[in-house]
Each structure stands twice: as C-alpha cells, then as structure tokens.
C-alpha cells in the first residue's frame, strides 16, 4: 500500500507552458516581475476545469482558486448558476466529453457529479493526460475503482479522491499512536454513520413528470440505464440511494470514517464479507445495515474485524467511555488487545481522536510525528503534486483500492451471502452471481 507522500509526479516546463490562462497567453511573466514569495507566475498555474459544478464541486473550485478556472461542465443550469456567475471567464459546458475534446488547454479537471459518472468523466480525462480530483466514492463500482487506479498509473498523472479527512492531522495521529503500540494489536474496529439522510428502502416510481428545461436529463443519466425523470425521485441530491445512481450511506460515508482503519491497521482486500439488513430491493438501498469485513494477518498485525453500521444503528457503547460521553453521529472505535481508541468523526475523518477511558489518554507519553503533515489543505494538496510535488495523500493508488473495500460492502448487502473475495483477481469465489455487482454495461456513447 502507497504512504501518502510517495514518489515525485514530475510535471514538464513545456506542459506549464501550453496550459497557461487566456489572460497570460500571450506572455509568460518571470517570477522576479511578481515581487517576491507567495505570488505564483502565471506560467506556473494550471488551467482547471470542473465537471460538476454546483454543490460540492462549487466548493472544491473555490479551494484551488490560486489557480485558472477555464472551463465549467454541469447538465444542470439552475444548480450551476452560482457557479457559471462567479467564474465569468470560464468557458461554459454540459457535456463533459465535448468540454475535454474542444479545450486542449486544460490542465487538471475536478470531478464532482453524482457517483455514477465519477469513473467515466475521470478516466476520459486521464487518458487524455490530465490531472484529477475526484469525489468520494472514487467510482460507482469495484471494477471502475480498479481501472482507475491501473490507468492513473499508466498514464502517470496525479489524482486524489475528495476524502479530505485523509490529509488531517488526526488521522496521522490515530496512525502513529496504533503504530506504535497505544492500544495494542488491533482486533476489531466499529465505524458507523448516522446516514442516510436521504430516501431509500424504495421501489422505482410509476409516476414520470418532464424534467425542468435547465435540466439535460440524458446528460444527467450519462452512463446508466434510461430511465424517465420524475421530480424530487433523484436529483439534485436523493441520487445516493438509488443503486443506478448512488452507493448508498455506505458508499457515501466509509471512505470518510473507515479512511484512519484501512490506513491505520494497513488494510487491503478482505478475505470475507457479510451484511445484514432491512429488507432489500434491485432498486435502491436499504434504509440500514450492518456489514462485516474480515482480514487476514498482515505482516506483524493480527487478524481484524472491521464492523460497519448505517441508518441510525451503532455499536455498543464501550464500557471505558465515560458517562457524560455520548456515542456520537459518526464515529469509529478501535478495539486493541491493551485498550481502545475513540474518534467521534465529524464525518470526514477522526477529528477528536482519544484514548478512553481519559486518563488514560492523560497517561499516555505520545510518539514522535513520523508521516509527513499536509500543510495546505487537501486540494492544495494535490494542485502541489499536479505541479511536480510528491504524489497526493489520497491519490488513487490509495483512493482506488480503499473505494474497492468499501463497495464489496454494497455486493454483500445485495446478495445477502456471506462472499469469499478474490481481491487481486477481484472476484467472488463462493457466490457466482455476486460478480454481476461489481461491474456494469454502460449505455451506448459511453465508454470507460
């Protein structure tokens, strides 16, 4: 498994060159004419362009601000109003794929569209040699997630998926205080999120209605099967619980607090799963569930559970937690053979980690910090790896087989077996059917 700082993606001086900003196009300016530290030259920024661009793609663009934001994409008007307003400049798109076909200036894309387009906005722009940053959950499938991480490493680009709490300080602590022993071998671990928040637990709706004229509903749909638009049913956000479209509380929440456990205990693919749930449909997901993850040893690190709970479930409170503590939201609990660590999530990441009981955390002498902090931010992050500097912290090396773990969850929810998984050959050995879950065919004009 990669750290989160590993080897330098060189970007060359002739790449910079041809991608700077329509204001600068016709000059490059020296660094010396800019007056010191902390101006960029503009022959030193990237041209960015956003692949949905309302909600949180709004906010991501607003993070990488220090550079060029050229070329907006969004099929929806109205959400991306606010958006097309504050970046006048930019060059205005719904379809992604003529976007990234007519802007040869573009540098970087940041995809933030419903899960079911995060691989294939993705992987046209890798191709293509561009950096990205992608949302939670990396892909909509396990087979998506895999490709990804095979073709960013071909075609050597710098990539990071929008789990923001994995360039925190707290996670880097939770890491080096189990690395080093605080709680002991770690057994089991329990992670569970108060969503969804959000419909599911449904079946397909008989009523349709016409979508809204600032809507492109085909764009909308992208690869997945055709369906007629029904108002409120999908869009803009109660996407998530639909399988076409979303990966459900799970797929939208592990990636977030199960991040500090996959890095934590060097976690990768798991040798069994198994879910139960409310009961479950072929069309969107259940209302709760509660899944198992099982590893193997790894290295000097025992066997481990990873339990993970949704839809208002959680663990039992352990006994070292003190009274006028209460379990939290979202939350994740390490169970060591010594003792146990506490991190009452905020829902992206382990902000609050401690050692329960306190005093226990008073007693504890902690370790020197050994992972390299991430300075500026998550995006900035990785604008600086875009630039030549050491890879993202969760750049898809990371992100793909993390997002790869998580989705096995949704296979076993929808089967309702317990599977055998075969992670490098990603198969289930035990359960043939199992393995229509973890890919799709996509509808014609879209392609991987």
Not at 22 to 35: E, W
């Amino acid at each position: 498994m990669q750290k989160p700082k590993g080897k330098a993606e060189k970007i060359s001086r002739r790449r910079f060159l041809g991608g700077v900003g329509a204001a600068a196009a016709s000059t490059i300016v020296p660094r010396h004419v800019l007056g010191g530290p902390g101006n960029t030259p503009p022959s030193e920024k990237l041209n960015i362009a956003g692949i949905g661009v309302g909600g949180r793609g709004a906010g991501n663009l607003a993070a990488v601000e220090s550079e060029y934001i050229v070329a907006l994409c969004d099929v929806d008007e109205a959400r991306a109003a606010e958006t097309f307003k504050k970046y006048p400049n930019a060059k205005r798109y719904r379809d992604f794929r003529i976007m990234l076909d007519k802007e040869k200036n573009i540098d970087a894309v940041i995809v933030a569209t419903p899960d079911h387009v995060h691989a294939a906005a993705s992987m046209m722009a890798i191709k293509m040699g561009k950096h990205v940053y992608c949302e939670k959950p990396l892909t909509h499938s396990i087979y998506e997630a895999r490709m990804l991480t095979e073709a960013a490493r071909k075609y050597k680009v710098a990539t990071q998926m929008g789990n923001q709490g994995h360039s925190s300080e707290a996670i880097r602590l939770v890491c080096e205080w189990i690395w080093d022993g605080a709680i002991g071998p770690v057994r089991e671990v329990h992670a569970w999120t108060d969503r969804p928040i959000w419909p599911q637990g449904m079946d397909r709706p008989e009523a349709t209605s016409p979508p809204p004229a600032t809507l492109d509903w085909n764009l909308w749909l992208g690869p997945a099967p055709y369906r007629p638009y029904v108002e409120k049913a999908y869009c803009p956000f109660v996407w998530r619980g639909w399988w076409d479209f979303g990966t459900g509380a799970l797929g939208d929440m592990a990636c977030h607090i199960m991040d500090a456990a996959f890095w934590a205990l060097k976690l990768a693919h798991p040798a069994t799963v198994r879910a139960v749930s409310t009961p479950v449909n072929s069309e969107s997901a259940p209302l709760s569930s509660v899944i198992e993850y099982e590893f193997e040893a790894r290295g000097n690190m025992p066997p481990c559970r990873l339990f993970w709970y949704d839809g208002g479930l959680k663990p039992t409170r352990p006994q070292e937690l003190e009274q006028r503590r209460t379990l939290p939201a979202n939350g994740l609990i390490f169970v060591g053979d010594k003792g146990k660590l506490y991190a009452p999530s905020g829902g992206s990441g382990v902000e609050g980690a401690r050692l329960i009981p306190e005093a226990k955390m008073q007693e504890y002498k902690l370790p020197p910090k050994t992972i390299p902090r991430v300075e500026n931010g998550h995006r900035q992050d990785w604008i600086e790896a875009c630039k030549g500097g050491d890879a993202a912290s969760s750049n898809f090396d990371y992100a793909g087989p993390l997002t790869e773990m998580v989705l096995l969850g949704n296979v076993a929810i929808r089967t309702a077996r317990k599977l055998h998984w075969d992670g490098p050959n990603m198969r289930v050995t035990n359960v043939p059917e199992a393995n229509e879950y973890l890919r799709r065919e996509y509808r014609r004009g879209w392609t991987l």
